[in-house]
């Protein structure tokens, strides 16, 4: 295993230190390069004088994107700690799970989220502690190894546990030099962020990739289809991403046709599909918009479909990044040939090492010899080499670019002591694209809104179920298996 020290925001420290390379959009601050790197330094400092933090540590957080946040993650570079950003939707019995899986050394928190906070362990807020170290020139560099992970980012698992996806510093550099080489990025390169830090989407998407090539990035809380608009113009974006449900409240927006997108490379789409009449408006004001395919525990920017083939390869994801392998496997385990459906296995140096302490799941993923990653989608490859999504393997939906796993709802309704059965699926929905259908057998008169009330308590808001229906019995398969194929018909 090689030695694999980067420390990005130091190189810039000294080719750029003037460089503004963040701003929060909420308080108006900025920070150049080299304050960057000195903030990092001090917090890296601060972490290991009082918490006696070492490399290999987890620091769980939950919070939302700050220049503070930013910093952390340049000390994680240079103290090889490991970041561990939780998702501040979620219920607080989910996040203890979380965290108690995590086993963090401390937990760093915004005050918003105080209430989401488990009873033990030890926590601060995220700005005292950034506000207490203070900056430093120096910091002491713990060497780390490429497979040693820099984030672990959890995932709804299909058995109805999370699992915690390890992300190591090699990832986070090929998966950057992915983005570049099928992207415009650059030193020069500008853009505001409005993904969330508990996804991979909000750090590696974009994020990481121009802090790695000295690029700029506004850091914006929450979307807010009009401001962004106004940012996009202001601030002379030249990338931007979003899911398609913010491009396309953007466009509805009564500032869409006024708004200057003359710096706009492109607008990255992810989380699902662009509809083309969206693609073809956006078209009209000359922005030119590139669709992917990507997942936490690989890449993720894994596929890009160009700007010019938007429309004669429609629902295509693209082809495969420049340091991607991949495979279209079928049943038989042969390899399929064009236009044949299979499962999409990848290959390359941005694939994760495995799953934290669930040596089971990290079997279950890849193939039998262990070099390829099964990533559970049914693909099929035309003869130009653009690949298209058929269905997913496992039974996830997508609510509002969330991945929503029905294992894990049915956990919590089978907690209830009268729930005798239950299946959920993914219904379409025209504001979300999918919400939750719950299927129930129970053994007493129950209502519609106990269930939602008990879904409520334990799950994020996206997860609970829009649709509950109440039947005598769930039909199965031969096999004795849910068919969740007849549900979708009922």
Request: charged share 20%; hydrophobic share 40%; net charge negative.
């Amino acid at each position: 295993m090689k030695v694999w020290q980067q420390d990005w925001i130091a190189k810039w420290a000294i080719y750029s230190p003037n460089k503004i390379a963040l701003q929060e959009h909420e308080t108006g601050k900025t920070i150049t390069y080299a304050e960057l790197h000195r903030k990092a330094n001090g917090i890296a400092n601060y972490l290991k004088d009082h918490y006696s933090i070492q490399k290999g540590d987890r620091i769980v957080v939950l919070a939302e994107f700050s220049i503070d946040f930013v910093a952390l993650f340049s000390a994680a570079q240079k103290a090889g700690f490991i970041i561990v950003p939780v998702n501040y939707r979620l219920a607080a019995a989910e996040v203890t799970q979380i965290v108690s899986d995590a086993d963090p050394i401390l937990t760093l928190y915004d005050a918003s989220y105080v209430h989401l906070l488990p009873q033990t362990g030890v926590a601060m807020k995220l700005s005292e502690m950034a506000e207490q170290a203070g900056s430093a020139d120096t910091t002491v560099i713990h060497p780390v190894n490429e497979d040693d992970s820099i984030f672990i980012i959890y995932t709804s698992g299909t058995t109805g546990k999370p699992k915690g996806v390890r992300y190591t510093h090699k990832m986070a550099f090929w998966n950057s030099i992915n983005t570049a080489i099928s992207l415009i990025v650059n030193t020069e390169s500008r853009t505001v962020n409005v993904m969330p830090p508990f996804h991979t989407g909000g750090w590696n998407v974009l994020l990481l990739p121009f802090l790695h090539h000295g690029g700029f990035t506004y850091l914006c809380r929450k979307f807010e289809a009009n401001t962004v608009l106004n940012l996009l113009h202001n601030q002379r974006c030249t990338l931007f991403m979003g899911v398609p449900t913010m491009l396309t409240m953007m466009a509805l927006d009564s500032d869409f046709e006024k708004t200057d997108f003359s710096n706009m490379n492109y607008i990255i789409v992810g989380g699902e599909s662009m509809p083309i009449p969206m693609i073809e408006k956006y078209a009209e004001k000359g922005v030119a918009i590139r669709q992917g395919y990507g997942m936490t525990e690989v890449g993720p920017n894994l596929t890009s479909l160009h700007q010019d083939d938007a429309i004669h390869k429609k629902g295509s994801i693209g082809r495969t990044n420049f340091y991607v392998q991949h495979r279209i496997v079928m049943e038989n385990g042969e390899d399929a040939g064009p236009d044949e459906s299979g499962e999409l296995w990848l290959q390359g140096p941005m694939v994760t090492p495995g799953y934290w302490h669930n040596d089971v799941a990290t079997r279950e993923a890849f193939s039998e010899d262990g070099l390829w990653f099964k990533t559970g989608d049914i693909v099929r490859e035309d003869q130009d080499h653009y690949i298209y999504i058929v269905d997913r393997l496992k039974n996830m939906f997508i609510s509002g670019a969330e991945n929503v796993y029905p294992a894990e709802i049915e956990a919590v309704l089978r907690q209830l002591p009268f729930v005798r059965a239950c299946a959920v699926i993914g219904v379409k929905d025209e504001k979300w694209g999918e919400v939750g259908k719950a299927f129930v057998e129970v053994d007493q008169d129950v209502t519609e809104l106990d269930l939602r009330n008990h879904c409520i308590a334990n799950l994020a808001k996206f997860k609970v179920p829009k649709y509950f229906v109440f039947l005598e019995e769930i039909p199965k398969s031969d096999s004795g298996k849910i068919d969740r194929k007849l549900l979708k018909s009922l």
